[in-house]
């Protein structure tokens, strides 16, 4: 292997020199006698296969050059060889990683896709399809769009009371085992490294009353949405979430680290439910739901209905309420999603669920709203210390420069008094101080 | 030995063994043969034994919601932040920091065994962190059977030790339930580090 290395990095073995040495300056070519060339085998048993001979020794004959085969062997690229190998086993792997990944995209998208085009009109990035040839032609393969060999994503759009609604998959590095080992090893060690694992991560943007910023004026049917706009609902967090990952997300989330964890005896035990009010809880803890996440077992990792930012809010523009819904769930190594399609129906109808019936008494969203109130206050008050900072800042360096520009104009003599005065004004200020003190 | 804290029969092993290790010709190939491998086979011990623990935890999958309040460390400005977890995973993670100390544990004495030729420490290293392993709260519970109450409730208090004297100590979990409260709906998640 030493020598490998050594080869890789050059300067190993002697390279071949034509000029015989022991030659003054020039060789003398009329007088040479007529060279004959030496068998290879003697030359090679001399000098073994690391490369051309030395010729600074007088035993090594005077020969012709060699043609390429006497010189080298096979045995001299054996480096080359190795490196070759190991080309074609990354190229192997990377193929073979990046084909089961797609397959396993694709089984997800086979699942989901029938689901996916009953509720939508349009499903995939390939614009609107004309209803007929929407079952029979479109693969359900090209609705889903690889952004890297790990991550796929899908997106869907036309539907009642929802504006859009992006999935996304995350597979394994299959095509990069040493990465893959390297995580999990770094996830053991570290708590700030999640564990990776293959999910699916979908958000549904619901309209929230606000249809008509999306379909432009003229358009027809514009006006039949303006009519109609009641796909409102009241914003508030709540969350179905698996109790393996609610420590992490209650960490990595702000819209979750709002509400109060509580379990639900109606729930399996290895889920819980995070909300603001009870009623809430009440309303949107469905026998359907319950079925739906029963189904899915413990691959559901969680549902979210938010209206907050995930990040913390650090500017006032942040706490604007946007109303999403998130699911995510781990994927199935057995490739059957049967299990896991009643919760991702779910998902999708949820939002005609909360536009029916998310409208709660005013005492149980005050209490929602005074927690959003508290958000904006504290920003209100961190903006405002900021800005009386900044403001306290500015008189001061006011003051400096006014003493300067007096200070510029006085002769020495003024200078040195108007320095005087200003210590004893100090000295003042400051015994002041300290009997106010005492 | 019943009436004496772990740090107390801690310090009469080390005693004791300080004075033991005096008598051994360390010089001898072959006692440091036979040191070397009773210092292996004590952490193959403890791994098997923090391993079967691990796996008696996974089958119990004891998914109880978990809530207590973690005080900040000394000195940080921090308030007190809830952590909602359950016991299973709290027992997990308690594992994992079981498998981080050790393996801590013998890298220090590799580098201090091999690179700096000490072999004293190989004796001593071979039975504290033995006694150790079977002293910890998770192996009391899981692999000897006692009740989760009192010393061993979770979440566990910090082994008072010398260290966490000087860092003043109150720095204890708290299941207190207006604590609780209090730090529940703070909304303190998802801050980003600049």
């Given at each position: 292997m030493a020598a490998i290395i050594k080869g890789l990095f050059g300067g190993a073995a002697p390279s071949a020199s034509p000029i015989p040495a022991g030659d003054s300056d020039f060789a003398d070519f009329a007088g040479a006698p007529d060279p004959t060339p030496i068998s290879f085998s003697t030359v090679s048993s001399a000098a073994g296969y690391g490369g051309a001979v030395p010729t600074s020794t007088s035993t090594v004959p005077w020969t012709k050059w060699y043609n390429v085969h006497e010189r080298h062997s096979l045995g001299d690229f054996k480096q080359e060889g190795i490196i070759l190998g190991f080309l074609v086993l990354t190229v192997l792997v990377h193929l073979f990683g990046t084909g089961s990944n797609r397959k396993k995209a694709k089984s997800w998208i086979s699942a989901h896709a029938p689901v996916l085009k009953k509720e939508f009109a349009l499903v995939g990035f390939g614009g609107p399809q004309i209803a007929s040839e929407q079952d029979s032609l479109v693969l359900p393969e090209s609705l889903l769009k690889e952004k890297s060999p790990q991550e796929f994503t899908t997106y869907a759009s036309g539907r009642q009371n929802v504006?859009?609604?992006?999935?996304?998959?995350?597979?394994?590095?299959?095509?990069s085992p040493i990465t893959m080992i390297a995580e999990f090893a770094m996830s053991l060690f570290f708590d700030s490294m999640p564990t990776p694992a293959e999910r699916v991560e979908a958000i549904l943007y619901p309209f929230d009353g606000r249809e008509a910023l999306t379909v432009p004026g003229q358009l027809p049917g514009a006006h039949e949405l303006r009519k109609d706009t009641k796909s409102s609902y009241d914003g508030f967090v709540w969350a179905i979430v698996n109790k393996?990952?609610?420590?992490?997300l209650r960490d990595d989330r702000y819209d979750v680290s709002l509400t109060g964890t509580k379990d639900s005896p109606k729930l399996p035990n290895w889920v819980t439910v995070m909300s603001e009010s009870a009623e809430i809880t009440d309303f949107l803890l469905t026998p359907e739901l319950i079925k739906a996440i029963e189904e899915a077992g413990d691959l559901l990792e969680h549902l979210i209905i938010t209206d907050q930012p995930v990040d913390q809010p650090q500017k006032l523009d942040d706490t604007v309420p946007k109303k999403r819904i998130n699911l995510s769930y781990r994927l199935p190594s057995s490739g059957d999603f049967s299990k896991l399609l009643p919760i991702f129906e779910y998902f999708i109808r949820l939002t005609d669920t909360l536009v029916q019936g998310a409208h709660f008494r005013a005492e149980v969203l005050r209490k929602v709203r005074v927690t959003r109130e508290d958000a904006i206050k504290k920003l209100q008050k961190a903006d405002e210390d900021e800005k009386a900072e900044e403001r306290a800042l500015e008189r001061e360096k006011a003051k400096k420069l006014k003493r300067d520009l007096e200070l510029k104009g006085l002769d020495a003599k003024a200078q040195k008094k108007y320095l005087e005065k200003e210590k004893e004004r100090e000295m003042r200020k400051m015994q002041k101080k300290q009997t106010q003190k005492g | 030995?019943?009436?004496?804290?772990?740090?107390?029969?801690?310090?009469?092993?080390?005693?004791?063994?300080?004075?033991?290790?005096?008598?051994?010709?360390?010089?001898?190939?072959?006692?440091?043969?036979?040191?070397?491998?009773?210092?292996?086979?004590?952490?193959?011990?403890?791994?098997?034994?923090?391993?079967?623990?691990?796996?008696?935890?996974?089958q119990k999958k004891d998914m109880t919601t978990l809530k207590y309040v973690d005080q900040p460390q000394m000195g940080s400005t921090e308030e007190p932040k809830l952590i909602t977890t359950t016991v299973h995973k709290y027992d997990v993670d308690q594992m994992k920091a079981l498998y981080k100390a050790q393996m801590m544990g013998v890298g220090m004495m590799a580098f201090m065994h091999l690179y700096m030729n000490y072999t004293n420490p190989l004796l001593i290293q071979s039975i504290i962190p033995l006694k150790g392993a079977f002293e910890g709260n998770e192996v009391q519970i899981h692999l000897f059977g006692k009740p989760a109450i009192g010393e061993m409730k979770r979440p566990f208090k910090a082994a008072a030790g010398f260290m966490s004297a000087l860092q003043g100590g109150g720095a204890a979990p708290t299941q207190d339930k207006k604590t609780i409260e209090a730090a529940e709906k703070a909304g303190r998640g998802g801050v980003k580090d600049e």
């Open positions: 504006a859009f609604l992006d999935v996304n998959l995350t597979l394994h590095k299959r095509y393996e990952t609610m420590k992490q | 030995m019943a009436g004496l804290s772990p740090q107390v029969t801690n310090l009469i092993i080390i005693l004791g063994m300080m004075q033991v290790s005096k008598k051994i010709p360390w010089e001898d190939s072959q006692t440091l043969f036979l040191v070397r491998a009773a210092y292996l086979l004590s952490n193959a011990i403890i791994i098997s034994v923090y391993a079967y623990t691990h796996y008696k935890i996974n």
